[in-house]
């Protein structure tokens, strides 16, 4: 499976960004999905996830600001930021599996990420 993200950009803080990530084939029907975050110097983190069913999970650091969201055909993954600080900035990936895989990021392969920079 292949993803590629987009949606990433400078913006200052306290503003907006809707990251949208695609995929090749079905994954997003039939398996969880989840955003992470590389920021500088920083390790990759799950910051969002959502179920097969729908259900969706937001790490402390970006709950209440951050929404992830699937769209109705489930061909794209999207994660809505809001109010965005410079501690959010990184490069954003997506990917999908196993609940029990997004928690390890045991993946075969990763997309390029997209990069966000929030700064004033």
């Known amino acids: 499976v292949q993803f590629a993200e987009s949606g990433g950009g400078l913006v200052q803080p306290g503003g907006s960004l809707r990251l949208s990530c695609t995929a090749s084939?079905?994954?997003?029907?039939?398996?969880?999905a989840g955003w992470y975050r590389q920021a500088p110097g920083k390790q990759r983190e799950l910051i969002a996830s959502?179920?097969?069913?729908?259900?969706?999970n937001h790490a402390d650091s970006v709950k209440g600001r951050f929404t992830i969201s699937r769209d109705g055909a489930r061909k794209t993954l999207y994660l809505q930021m809001n109010s965005l600080k410079p501690e959010d900035t990184g490069v954003y990936y997506c990917?999908?599996?196993?609940?029990?895989?997004?928690?390890?990021?045991?993946?075969?392969?990763w997309g390029q990420g997209t990069q966000v920079t929030v700064s004033s």
């Open positions: 959502i179920s097969r069913l729908g259900s969706t």
């Open positions: 084939g079905t994954i997003f029907s039939i398996a969880a």
């Open positions: 990917n999908a599996g196993r609940p029990e895989t997004l928690v390890s990021m045991d993946f075969e392969s």
